[in-house]
């Protein structure tokens, strides 16, 4: 598990919330629900790119459209893919798009690993936008590290840590939150969360 805290500066991180916004007018955000059970997550999510991650009664998996809207999934914006250069470089461009909306403070993302891409050999990249998410992570769910990821951070998984178990444990709200700055597009004090990865699908 690579972290870059910090990484990216306040224009940066308002060139990345406007392209959010765009995607939310033509890619309404959802509410993905538990397979089996059918539970609401504790979190909204929406996508771009050629591929996008739901998750609803009948699995987990990748789409090519928006469940709700039937409609293709918007490009991911340009911006994203030069960041995606900067830190996995030696890899294809991604083309899938995860944005993940937790509103502070009763959003949560349990301990899980991303393997429904079947290819583990690429990275996966986040970015960080907002109020603080306690970030755990590990090998395994009894062995688990914590760092605080604030706005601007970003973390690759690649190599061994690429299927490590991670999750979102609570929302930190702070005092200077980016997204409040737009606060008629973002619930007060949120999160986002923006995850960067190739998916390939399975030729049987």
């Known amino acids: 598990m690579k ?6 500066n306040i224009e940066e991180q308002l060139i990345i919330s406007n392209e959010i916004i765009k995607i939310f007018k033509e890619s309404p955000l959802f509410l993905p629900k538990t397979p089996r059970f059918n539970r609401p997550f504790k979190i909204l999510i929406t996508n771009a790119g050629k591929w996008g991650w739901k998750s609803d009664i009948n699995g987990y998996g990748y789409v090519t459209k928006h469940p709700i809207t039937k409609k293709k999934w918007p490009v991911i914006p340009k911006f994203f893919l030069e960041i995606w250069k900067c ?7 991604p083309n899938s798009c995860l944005i993940n909306l937790y509103k502070y403070p009763s959003s949560s993302l349990g301990l ?6 079947n290819n583990f050999n690429n990275p996966v990249l986040s970015i960080s936008l907002g109020s603080i998410g306690v970030f755990k992570y590990g090998k395994d769910k009894n062995n688990l590290r914590k760092v605080y990821l604030e706005s601007g951070s970003i973390v690759v998984m690649d190599g061994d840590s690429r299927l490590d178990y991670h999750g979102i444990e609570k929302i ?3 005092k200077k939150n980016i997204l409040n700055e737009m606060k008629e ?5 949120c999160r986002i969360n923006i995850t960067l990865r190739i998916y390939e699908p399975r030729i049987d």
């Open 185 to 189: 597009k973002f619930p007060l004090d």
């Open 3 to 8: 972290f870059f805290f910090n990484q990216l």
């Open 112 to 117: 899980h690993q991303d393997k429904d891409e």
């Open 172 to 174: 930190i709200k702070i």
């Open 87 to 93: 830190y996995c470089r030696d890899y294809s461009l």
